[in-house]
């Protein structure tokens, strides 16, 4: 075990040094050339900003701490396109507002999600994204004394783009939502925990981090990775990276240790479970649950229930069942040879 775990820490090590190394190629290349995730991110802004004639708006969503934001806004700098951010609360007619006052600009509606909650709102929304002419007219059937009080028109026409945040995509929606994101491109950041491991080790690196040097980051990280596992992976992003460096720089590594796992929200089974998967990787199915049994005193149910998380955690849907899969072939033939051999 002491060798395999050796091996692990060289090569995370050297992908660190690696990620440090290229300072200069920019940041926002690294991690498209590492995670297909965020190079198809980039994709559908390319094709939203500079070739989309049909839709006229884009919907992205993923876990906190993925850069969302800084991602969208450092691509409409970097084109020189005029673009203005809307985040925290909107109101309907807020709303209305805000696209009636920029009409043929950029919109960013960044984590504003009362507008994803609200039926009027949605209704605004797939107004100023499509219509079937052609001409994305907007109107607002209410009392006219609201609208001459804020300077509103009852009807504008929108010919700007949106580009809307969220941290989650709720598919528990109604009809209304469902007709809503189908006027848009919608592209949902899926991350691997070896992807979010990934993201994390690349920017973490490479950003000044309370006057932490490379070592004392490498450090850290490696805590952080040992913390973490299948049931915790949406905990483990940059904004949990910086808290956990803050109590590292003022309590110190061994006092920080406990309050990062805490952090965290480490479940010591699902370590367990990490732990053997590792170092019984070459062992038969069989025996790995023997050796889960023996070790753990946990039974062979909620061995297979924590690889199912595992699983589901640790791979896209399709590679998900591509394992599944596999892990059915190698149990038939497993088998069958024991079959052989009595």
């Not at 079937?132 to 009392?143: L, M």
């Not at 062992?283 to 049994?293: H, Q, S």
Request: proline residues 2%; hydrophobic residues 40%; aromatic residues 10%.
């Amino acid at each position: 075990m002491k060798g395999k775990d050796a091996d692990v820490k060289d090569k995370f090590v050297v992908a660190v040094r690696e990620a440090a190394d290229f300072k200069d190629e920019g940041l926002e290349k690294l991690l498209c050339e590492r995670i297909p995730a965020m190079q198809r991110f980039h994709e559908f802004l390319d094709m939203l900003l500079s070739k989309s004639e049909y839709s006229k708006a884009c919907f992205i969503v993923g876990p906190a701490g993925t850069r969302k934001s800084y991602h969208v806004e450092e691509e409409l700098r970097r084109r020189g396109t005029e673009f203005v951010t809307y985040n925290s609360h909107s109101t309907p007619l807020g709303l209305y507002e805000i696209l009636y006052t920029h009409p043929n600009g950029v919109i960013v509606l960044d984590d504003i999600d009362a507008i994803t909650e609200d039926k009027r709102s949605i209704n605004i929304l797939k107004a100023a994204t499509f219509n079937a002419s052609g001409e994305r007219e907007i109107t607002w059937q209410s009392t006219t004394k609201v609208l001459r009080e804020r300077g509103l028109p009852a009807r504008f026409v929108f010919s700007g783009k949106i580009i809307i945040i969220a941290n989650d995509l709720n598919r528990s929606q109604k009809e209304t939502f469902k007709a809503f994101l189908n006027r848009m491109y919608v592209h949902e950041i899926v991350l691997s925990i070896s992807e979010r491991k990934e993201l994390v080790r690349t920017v973490f690196m490479r950003q000044p981090v309370f006057e932490l040097d490379d070592a004392g980051k490498l450090g850290l990280l490696e805590l952080m990775e040992k913390a973490l596992t299948f049931g915790n992976a949406d905990k483990y992003n940059l904004r949990t990276a910086f808290k956990a460096a803050e109590m590292w720089k003022h309590l110190g590594e061994d006092k920080a240790k406990s309050l990062i796992y805490a952090l965290l929200e480490t479940n010591e089974m699902a370590r367990k479970f990490l732990i053997l998967e590792e170092g019984a990787a070459g062992l038969p199915v069989k025996k790995r649950v023997e050796l889960w049994k023996q070790t753990t005193g946990y039974s062979q149910a909620t061995y297979f229930r924590l690889k199912d998380k595992y699983r589901v955690a640790s791979f896209s849907t399709q590679m998900a069942l591509d394992e599944e899969r596999n892990s059915i072939l190698a149990a038939i033939t497993e088998a069958a040879e024991e079959r052989a051999e009595k």
